[in-house]
């Protein structure tokens, strides 16, 4: 069972593309949030969504609740973009998580 | 800043020894979290705690048992390492409500 679905699974852009990540879940939610992985790293935590719209320097995170989809936008992407993005939503005391998406942003 | 620390970053282990892995968060968070991730698989949840001495199943219980006699402090016990359990282990904390989930840096774990 996939509560979380992501796509793309891996995608590669030039440096300066536009890039769009995709999330869909199926489960009721009280918030969705987008997660960062670099190779060896930890995860951090970029976005915390339960509605609308929110933006952090060239990322830019929406949800839309009725259609239980949210979208990550990295604009101007840069090669230092290049990680995991994962995507998770919260239903009541439990998380679940997208399989990830892997960036890789070529100068 | 909230912190989460992990015992170590990474560990060896041999096959049917007992390994003990520790989280500490220093931000009074009632929830904490235990999480393998696997390629290919994403993070797949093993024990949660929403409190002190509480405990709840995850996704992947089995081969492992869990801790946790302070709010600040959620250990993951493999009671009898075995090779499938060669993976990375991350632990988080958050609040109650909605709020952030907070990630340690992670254990890679080999067991040979």
Same mark, same amino acid.
């Given at each position: 069972k996939n509560e979380v679905e992501q796509s793309p699974q891996n995608l590669t852009a030039q440096e300066g593309e536009f890039i769009t990540i995709n999330c869909s879940y199926s489960v009721g939610i009280s918030a969705l949030h987008w997660l960062q992985q670099h190779p060896g790293g930890g995860i951090v935590s970029l976005f915390m969504l339960s509605s609308g719209k929110k933006k952090h320097g060239r990322l830019i995170a929406t949800i839309n609740i009725q259609e239980k989809h949210s979208s990550l936008h990295i604009t101007a992407s840069h090669p230092r973009d290049s990680a995991v993005y994962i995507c998770a939503v919260r239903?009541?005391?439990q998380f679940y998580f997208g399989t990830g998406t892997s960036l890789t942003v070529i100068p | 800043d909230v912190k989460v620390t992990q015992s170590s970053r990474y560990l060896v282990k041999r096959t049917g020894e007992k390994v003990f892995l520790e989280c500490v968060q220093d931000?009074?968070?009632?929830?904490?979290?235990?999480?393998r991730q696997d390629p290919g698989l994403g993070l797949r949840l093993i024990y949660f705690s929403y409190d002190v001495k509480m405990k709840e199943k995850g996704d992947i219980p089995e081969g492992y048992s869990v801790s946790r006699e302070k709010k600040e402090r959620f250990s993951l016990i493999l009671e009898? +390492? &075995? =090779?499938?359990? =060669?993976?990375?282990?991350?632990? +988080? &904390?958050t609040t109650g409500g909605v709020y952030e989930q907070y990630f340690g840096p992670g254990t890679r774990l080999t067991v040979t």
């Open positions: 239903s009541g005391n | 931000m009074d968070h009632e929830n904490m979290f235990w999480y009898s +390492a &075995s =090779t499938n359990q =060669t993976s990375m282990y991350l632990c +988080a &904390s």
